[in-house]
């Protein structure tokens, strides 16, 4: 008998297995960012900043979300653990939480306590199921790799660092102190104690936040005086400059300007010293949430010029960090990437006074409306224990205890919530569950689906219609909407060819990149994929 000789020959892309890796890798998320705030703003950025990213860099012009609710939790946890709030279980920035019949927080952990600072210290990463690809880079390594966390939000902090990293810091809106929880540590490091000691956010609140530039650079927002905003604080107006020192000790005013973005910049580059990231050949992972961009939004919109502002001036801080990484890591030893948690929706009533789809509608009346329903057909009653996240909670306990269907209530709430004009689809979860849905917005509902976490019914609202319970100025974030779902991805540095692309890439995508660019496991529920463009 003949031996038949095979040879295989397998061609890898550019990426060796042997090749060399950063030093430092910088996941920069910058919440809210939609994706047309890189067109309307670029002429006015600095060579440094965004500019330098995307010209030197590799940018991915038609990136978005594939899932609903889009929210913060849910996007830090999909960007790093390259999955989607079904699988790893961040459904919303809050649920409501069944077992407990309350409302919690997505990095809520009854067991931690603050350390730092005043409050907001309940918090860990234990509610998220997955392990990140900062939680890969420990593991490869056996915890030699340092990670650590930054954020203006506990969740842009604790979500992101994974659930075992060197450290997670975030801002305490009391006391003004970057703090931790007892999750992570007893004590803060001395660089972070350092920082605390120079009361920057007294600094910051000594002076009117004004226009970063002449005025004639903000011909991309509409007039400063509007109606489409709202007061950082009763009496402060909507129009520059914001008298900042009127409320000179109230901390948590901070975070409606930009200038949170610059703390985290500043606690970053701290970290980078105090950690001694990115000094050796075993790669560090930093991770940095501006979250400012998205307090600004809320209150002003996408179209003032205070949101034009506060990206101006992240340009600016985004220019002074990769200056520091050259400085510190050295040009060339560190990769970044940018992107951001979710886009957001033009004001409504804006769109609405130009003629565009946009509108109101009012959590309290959908469950009183729900309730009404209910008790007309079942008797008395509450039927509804909870809405959130465009989901409906039933009392089950009551269903039970009346010894009725299931299905029938729930049909009787879609068949309701049907019948209302802002409302485009209504969905029994137990349907989300069997079916595998091929239309788009329903295949993005069907991945923010969570088994044990989600409610009972979920819906879909119109574009751009928001919840007026805090008023009708500003602007919010939620839908399967492309205002919501479409927004950058940029790589940068080390291991990055320059480029850009149009193809339709996903959120959950940039971990598995990440793991091909390092080498190392991907995340264990990962379903995306890797940039390929980055590798050919």
């Not at 409501?96 to 990095?107: G, H, L």
């Not at 390594?141 to 954020?151: A, C, E, I, L, T």
């Not at 091909?516 to 496991?521: T, Y």
Request: charged share 25%.
């Amino acid at each position: 008998m003949k031996k038949i000789l095979l040879t295989l020959i397998i061609i890898l892309p550019n990426l060796s297995i042997s090749q060399e890796k950063p030093r430092l890798v910088v996941g920069i998320v910058v919440d809210q960012m939609r994706y047309d705030y890189i067109s309307r703003f670029y002429e006015d950025f600095e060579e440094g900043g965004f500019k330098r990213l995307i010209n030197d860099g590799f940018l991915f012009r038609n990136a978005h979300y594939d899932y609903m609710p889009t929210k913060t939790g849910p996007g830090h946890a999909s960007i790093y653990t390259g999955t989607t709030p079904s699988r790893h279980g961040i459904i919303g920035n809050d649920w409501y939480a069944t077992s407990i019949n309350q409302k919690i927080n997505c990095v809520y952990d009854s067991a931690a306590s603050v350390v730092g600072g005043e409050s907001n210290g309940e918090v860990s990463p234990r509610n998220v199921n997955a392990t990140t690809i900062t939680d890969e880079l420990r593991l490869f390594y056996n915890f030699n790799s340092k990670v650590v966390g930054v954020s203006l939000k506990d969740r842009g902090a604790a979500i992101p660092a994974g659930h075992n990293p060197t450290g997670a810091y975030w801002y305490d809106l009391k006391s003004g102190n970057i703090i931790t929880s007892t999750y992570y540590r007893n004590e803060l490091p001395e660089w972070v104690k350092n920082y605390n000691s120079k009361n920057r956010p007294l600094v910051f609140l000594s002076k009117k936040w004004t226009l970063f530039k002449d005025e004639g650079s903000y011909n991309e927002s509409i007039a400063d005086d509007n109606p489409y905003e709202q007061e950082l604080r009763k009496g402060m107006g909507v129009s520059f400059p914001h008298d900042l020192p009127k409320f000179k000790n109230d901390m948590s005013l901070l975070k409606y300007t930009p200038f949170t973005n610059t703390m985290i910049k500043e606690v970053s580059m701290e970290a980078v010293t105090g950690e001694e990231l990115g000094q050796d050949t075993i790669p560090d992972f930093l991770t940095v949430s501006f979250s400012a961009t998205d307090d600004v939004g809320h209150r002003f919109g996408p179209r003032s010029k205070e949101i034009q502002d506060t990206y101006l001036r992240l340009d600016n801080d985004i220019s002074e960090l990769l200056s520091f990484l050259d400085e510190s890591v050295g040009e060339g030893n560190y990769t970044v990437f940018l992107s951001a948690d979710h886009g957001a929706t033009d004001v409504p009533s804006y769109m609405y006074k130009n003629k565009m789809p946009g509108g109101y509608h009012n959590n309290g009346y959908i469950k009183s409306m729900l309730g009404d329903k209910l008790t007309d057909t079942f008797g008395d009653g509450e039927w509804v224990e909870y809405l959130i996240n465009e989901q409906v909670y039933l009392n089950k306990a009551l269903i039970e205890k009346k010894k009725l269907s299931l299905d029938e209530v729930k049909q009787v709430v879609i068949d309701a919530l049907m019948e209302e004009d802002f409302i485009v689809d209504a969905i029994d979860a137990d349907e989300v569950k069997m079916r595998m849905y091929t239309d788009p917005m329903l295949a993005r509902l069907q991945n923010g689906y969570h088994n044990k976490r989600s409610g009972d019914i979920l819906y879909i609202l119109t574009p751009s219609t928001l919840n007026d319970a805090w008023g009708r100025q500003g602007t919010d974030h939620r839908t399967p909407y492309t205002y919501d779902t479409h927004i950058p991805i940029i790589f940068y540095g080390a291991g990055i060819k320059t480029g850009s692309s149009v193809r339709k890439v996903a959120i959950t995508d940039i971990a598995p990149t990440l793991s091909m660019l390092l080498n190392i496991s991907l995340p264990s529920m990962a379903d995306g994929e890797p940039l390929a463009e980055l590798f050919e």
